[in-house]
């Protein structure tokens, strides 16, 4: 199939943008060594839909190099960099995505990934998965399995498995510890910083900064803002998880309380209407808002444009919100994931290991055809392996259990 891109006169700045992240992920260097030896994936077609950036774009590189035909979807409509598609078409790989995507644009690019009919896939929230099974339940029976990148995704991937509407196999690569413990906190915690400083130019230090949801993503924002000097609140639903952010050291309120309060509000729950109505009604003039959620849902745009008087671009990535008793307040990236939307995303070195998993995870499916239906986990094995992989990248080394000490652990008796 042909690809639809926007401009492939791009590639050079787009190949400059994946040597440079390709120097700094040294799993995948390896990962790619070895399968360009073993081919793992000879003879199969692998659908990627993910963040269309330089760092995913290695890692369709490198399932290449093991054989595969690979074409591409984006999994968001503002995180694709239309040089790093172009420069990926220069490769080789079939891309079917630009930057700024309409709705109907952005499921048209999924369409034409699923008609490229693959034999495995990788997703980032979903979309693929629901539109191949919603829309293509035909293809479904030729498709080996796929792995899902992130926390909704495994959300919805687990309710569709409960409805037994689940048809593939599916290795939830967000669980693995190397990638929630690495990518959710640290990942996100910078890479959300990183988009607001770049996209705001504001200071930090001193401000009160409301962070929305206190799971892996929530606690890395959180620890980063206040690295930054903020102070932090905290807003939460689960009772376990606000008493760990109040013991971690930060306020934990309502966000009809913070809502007053808030320099800087930045969701991070999964859910929707995170920041509504009764929030927009108090929020404190000139606060900014950005989400660091996989979908633009958290912070409600339709009640706020509805709220507001006017509402127009300033900066790029920021969309001033004018209410009619003279307070004002930003939205960053469209309240889209505001790391990929108004930023490169996570830092080169943490999905370094998240696509290594990504990448063993899919071998993981294609070697395992007795796999049912269904959500499964990261085997163990691939997830120390990353992990091993890691520590000889970083020239760490350490300690191994003596048979002796091992032998005490494993023992019961008084
Ligand atoms: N780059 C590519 N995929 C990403 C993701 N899911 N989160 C952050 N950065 C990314």
Redesign the pocket.
């Known amino acids: 199939m042909e690809s639809q891109i926007r401009d492939i006169a791009l590639a050079p700045q787009g190949h400059h943008k994946i040597n440079w992240v390709k120097n700094h992920m040294p799993i995948l260097n390896q990962l790619e060594k070895e399968f360009a030896a073993t081919k793992p994936f000879a003879g199969k077609k692998v659908a990627i839909c ?7 774009a290695y ?1 369709a590189l490198v399932v290449q190099a093991g054989g595969a035909e690979v074409s591409v979807a984006a ?1 968001n409509p503002l ?1 694709t960099q239309d040089d790093v598609v172009a420069a990926l078409v220069d490769s080789g790989v079939t891309a079917f995505a630009w930057h700024g995507a309409t709705e109907e644009e952005y499921f048209a690019h999924l369409e034409a990934l699923a008609q490229t009919k693959p034999d495995l896939f990788i997703d ?1 929230g979903s979309d693929l998965t629901s539109l191949l099974h919603s829309k293509h339940p035909e293809l479904l029976a030729d498709i080996i399995g796929g792995c899902e ?2 926390t909704t995704g495994i959300i919805r991937l687990r309710s569709m498995a409960k409805d037994n509407a689940l048809r593939v196999p599916m290795i939830a690569v967000n669980d693995a510890m190397t990638k929630y413990f690495f ?1 959710n906190r640290y ?2 915690g910078q ?1 959300a910083w990183d988009a607001i400083m770049r996209t705001t130019n504001l200071v930090v230090a001193g401000k009160t900064v409301v962070v929305a949801g206190y799971g892996w993503c929530g606690k890395g924002v959180a620890m980063r803002s206040k690295g930054l000097g903020a102070n932090v609140i905290v807003t939460e639903v689960d009772p376990i998880k606000a008493i760990e952010a109040y013991m971690d050291g930060f306020h934990v309120m309502k966000m009809i309380d913070a809502a007053p309060l808030g320099d800087y509000f930045i969701t991070v729950t999964g859910d929707k209407n995170v920041l509504t109505k009764e929030h927009f009604a108090v929020i404190k003039d000139k606060a900014i808002m950005a989400n660091a959620g ?1 979908f633009d849902v958290e912070i409600d745009k339709v009640s706020l444009a509805e709220m507001t008087v006017s509402h127009a671009p300033t900066k790029p990535n920021i969309e001033e919100y004018v209410f009619a008793d003279g307070r004002k307040v930003y939205l960053l990236g469209e309240g889209r ?1 505001v ?2 939307a108004a930023g ?3 830092p080169a070195e ?2 370094d290991l ?2 290594a998993l990504q990448a063993l995870s899919l071998v993981h499916v294609l070697t395992h055809p007795e796999l049912e239906p269904g959500v499964h986990s990261v085997p163990k094995d691939i997830d120390e392996r990353v992990a091993r992989l890691k520590l000889e990248a970083l020239n760490m080394t350490i300690d191994t259990l003596s048979e002796e000490q091992a032998a005490y652990l494993n023992s019961w008796q008084v």
């Open positions: 993910l963040h269309l950036e330089a760092k995913t890692l999994s995180s980032d990148e992130t990518d990942g996100t890479s996989h994931l790391n990929l490169d995303g996570h943490i999905m998240t696509f």
